[in-house]
């Protein structure tokens, strides 16, 4: 049974930053993509970016791209993913989830995300 178990949420002002962890404790998630969603109140989910098991490709939202950066870390017994959001605007709360799963090459959706975390709210005010 694959477990996904964030950490890092929290409320920041605009402009500030925030760091995100996800960790994996199945050994079988080192061979999954891996990314973060997010949802804000009344809104639908959506992508923000993917990792390849690897490390080598990275897939970010536009909203997203130049502030936030996705990393992870394949060790022995536990895989984690992090996301490291800089410059945080009031639109970027939300509650963030993050997704482990197969990497689909050429989609407009590199993540399927067949395991999910529990979520982890991040408030930016103004």
């Known amino acids: 049974q694959v477990q996904l178990v964030e950490s890092g949420g929290g409320s920041v002002q605009t402009g500030g930053s925030l760091r995100l962890s996800c960790a994996a404790s199945?050994?079988?998630?080192?061979?999954?993509?891996m990314g973060w969603f997010r949802q804000g109140a009344g809104k639908e989910r959506e992508f923000v970016g993917a990792?390849?098991?690897?490390?080598?490709?990275?897939?970010?939202a536009e909203s997203v791209k130049g502030r936030f950066t996705i990393s992870r870390d394949n060790a022995k017994t536990t895989t984690t993913v992090f996301l490291q959001m800089n410059s945080l605007k009031p639109e970027d709360t939300a509650v963030y989830s993050c997704?482990?799963?197969?990497?689909?090459?050429?989609?407009?959706?590199?993540?399927?995300?067949?395991?999910w975390g529990q979520g982890t709210q991040v408030t930016v005010s103004s």
């Open positions: 997704a482990a799963g197969v990497w689909q090459y050429g989609s407009r959706r590199p993540l399927r995300a067949d395991y």
């Open positions: 199945h050994s079988t998630v080192r061979n999954y993509g």
């Open positions: 990792i390849h098991w690897s490390g080598d490709i990275i897939i970010y």
